[in-house]
């Protein structure tokens, strides 16, 4: 199944990582509804915590409040913070970190020699319950996920309290939202009407022509989601954990 990596990060951290077999699988929409191939690849067993970002801005202060390029994060990033390097005592040094850009997460992956998943590879990741890689077609699985979606989200729980799925992670769908390398790839890049054609319903009325799994709402909610933010939007319940390409022997 699954099987854990120690692997040394900036600033002695030490992180769990878990192997992912490839496979393919169809994803919640797409052009043709084809099936997309994903490669192994290594990924963070938790989402990155407040005290591993604490660190992180400590050796790369230009990621700091106080000093981040407005190009590269709005005012709320990392709003739940005293000042630069300390957090509100309301937060917890091990709950996931939030109110951090795409940019910000992109950044820190790249400064432990990882990079943020794929929606392919995180999606892949995210179809497993305990016991099943994919478990879509059970619908306690959807309906436990439904459930935390419902509920008010929180980061303000500590990461890695609830059970591995069948991969090994935990905390995918229960505390936080989470960034992806490529979370707008649905949106409309070009100016053509056949793209909008396609695209421009996903997140409306006629949405569900496009969604290849109808029971699978869950998964409609975090395309939709991922559809309405940008880059630089550093958000209440919007978290990351990083990924990295399995090492060629």
Same mark, same amino acid.
């Given at each position: 199944?699954?099987?854990?990596?120690?692997?040394?990060?900036?600033?002695?951290?030490?992180?769990?990582?878990?192997?992912?077999?490839?496979?393919?699988?169809?994803?919640?929409?797409?052009?043709?509804?084809?099936?997309?191939?994903?490669?192994?690849?290594?990924?963070?067993?938790?989402?990155?915590?407040?005290?591993?970002?604490?660190?992180?801005?400590?050796?790369?202060?230009?990621?700091?409040?106080?000093?981040?390029?407005?190009?590269?994060?709005?005012?709320?990033?990392?709003?739940?913070?005293?000042?630069?390097?300390?957090?509100?005592?309301?937060e917890h040094l091990k709950s996931p970190i939030?109110?951090? *850009? =795409?940019?910000? &997460?992109? #950044?820190?992956?790249?400064?432990?020699?990882? $990079?943020? @998943?794929?929606?392919?590879?995180?999606?892949?990741?995210?179809?497993?319950?305990?016991?099943?890689?994919?478990?879509?077609?059970?619908?306690?699985?959807?309906?436990?996920?439904? *459930? =935390?979606?419902? &509920?008010? #989200?929180?980061?303000?729980?500590?990461?890695? $309290?609830? @059970?591995?799925?069948?991969?090994?992670?935990?905390?995918?769908?229960?505390?936080?939202?989470?960034?992806?390398?490529?979370?707008?790839?649905?949106?409309?890049?070009?100016?053509?009407?056949?793209?909008?054609?396609?695209?421009?319903?996903?997140?409306?009325g006629s949405a569900a022509v496009g969604v290849?799994d109808l029971m699978n709402y869950a998964a409609?909610?975090?395309?939709?989601?991922?559809?309405?933010?940008?880059?630089?939007?550093?958000?209440?319940?919007?978290?990351?954990?990083?990924?990295?390409?399995?090492?060629?022997?």
């Amino acid at each position: 199944m699954a099987f854990l990596l120690q692997l040394t990060a900036f600033g002695q951290v030490t992180t769990n990582m878990v192997h992912i077999r490839g496979g393919s699988y169809i994803p919640l929409y797409g052009r043709d509804s084809s099936m997309v191939e994903v490669d192994d690849f290594l990924m963070d067993k938790l989402p990155v915590t407040n005290r591993q970002y604490v660190d992180f801005v400590k050796q790369y202060p230009e990621w700091q409040r106080s000093k981040v390029k407005g190009l590269f994060a709005d005012q709320m990033y990392l709003r739940n913070w005293k000042n630069d390097t300390l957090l509100e005592d309301t937060e917890h040094l091990k709950s996931p970190i939030t109110y951090v *850009s =795409w940019f910000a &997460a992109s #950044k820190y992956c790249e400064c432990q020699g990882k $990079r943020l @998943p794929t929606v392919d590879e995180w999606e892949y990741v995210a179809m497993a319950d305990e016991e099943l890689a994919d478990a879509r077609v059970k619908k306690t699985y959807n309906e436990k996920i439904l *459930s =935390w979606y419902e &509920a008010p #989200k929180t980061s303000t729980y500590e990461v890695g $309290r609830n @059970p591995e799925n069948f991969w090994g992670v935990k905390d995918l769908h229960d505390l936080v939202w989470e960034w992806t390398s490529d979370f707008n790839s649905i949106l409309i890049t070009g100016e053509s009407r056949k793209d909008v054609d396609k695209d421009s319903s996903l997140f409306c009325g006629s949405a569900a022509v496009g969604v290849t799994d109808l029971m699978n709402y869950a998964a409609f909610m975090r395309y939709a989601f991922r559809g309405s933010i940008t880059a630089r939007y550093s958000i209440k319940n919007l978290g990351f954990r990083c990924v990295q390409d399995v090492p060629v022997e």
